[in-house]
Nanobody, 124 residues
Framework: VQLAESGGDLVEVGGSLRLSCEVS????????MGWFRQVPGQERKGVATIDNEGSTTYEDSVKGRFTIAQDNTKDILYLQMDSLKAEETAKYSCAYGANWFLGCGLSPSEYTYWGQGTQVTVSS
C-alpha cells in the first residue's frame, strides 16, 4: 500500500483546510485508515479514523470540526478541518492498517503503512 498526502498549507486561526491522501497498491476488503498528526519533539497522535464500511472515530478535541471521508472509489482519503486552532499546527499523515473488527483505533501502533505527511500551519 502506498499513501501520498497533499493539501497542507498555512491558514489563519478559524480557517478551514482539506487534506487528501491518495491510496494505491493492494488493499484488503477490510481495513482501517486514519489521519494522525505530530509536532516535533512530541509523539504522533490520532485525529480521525475510518473503516471499510465508513464507520468513523474522532479524537475528542476535533469532534464537530473535523470530518474524515473516502471518495466513492476509496482511492482517496480526506480530512476536512474547520475552525482550526493554532495548537493544531503539525505534520499530518495518513495511515492504513488491518481491520480486526474491534473498531479502528486512534493509536498509531495499529497502522502499518504511512504516507510522508503534509504540513499544516495555523497562524494566530
Amino acid at each position: 500500500v502506498q499513501l501520498a498526502e497533499s493539501g497542507g498549507d498555512l491558514v489563519e486561526v478559524g480557517g478551514s483546510l482539506r487534506l487528501s491522501c491518495e491510496v494505491s497498491g493492494y488493499r484488503t476488503s477490510s481495513y482501517c485508515m486514519g489521519w494522525f498528526r505530530q509536532v516535533p519533539g512530541q509523539e504522533r497522535k490520532g485525529v480521525a479514523t475510518i473503516d471499510n464500511e465508513g464507520s468513523t472515530t474522532y479524537e475528542d478535541s476535533v469532534k464537530g470540526r473535523f470530518t474524515i471521508a473516502q471518495d466513492n472509489t476509496k482511492d482517496i482519503l480526506y480530512l476536512q478541518m474547520d475552525s482550526l486552532k493554532a495548537e493544531e499546527t503539525a505534520k499530518y499523515s495518513c495511515a492504513y492498517g488491518a481491520n480486526w473488527f474491534l473498531g479502528c483505533g486512534l493509536s498509531p501502533s495499529e497502522y502499518t503503512y504511512w504516507g510522508q505527511g503534509t504540513q499544516v500551519t495555523v497562524s494566530s
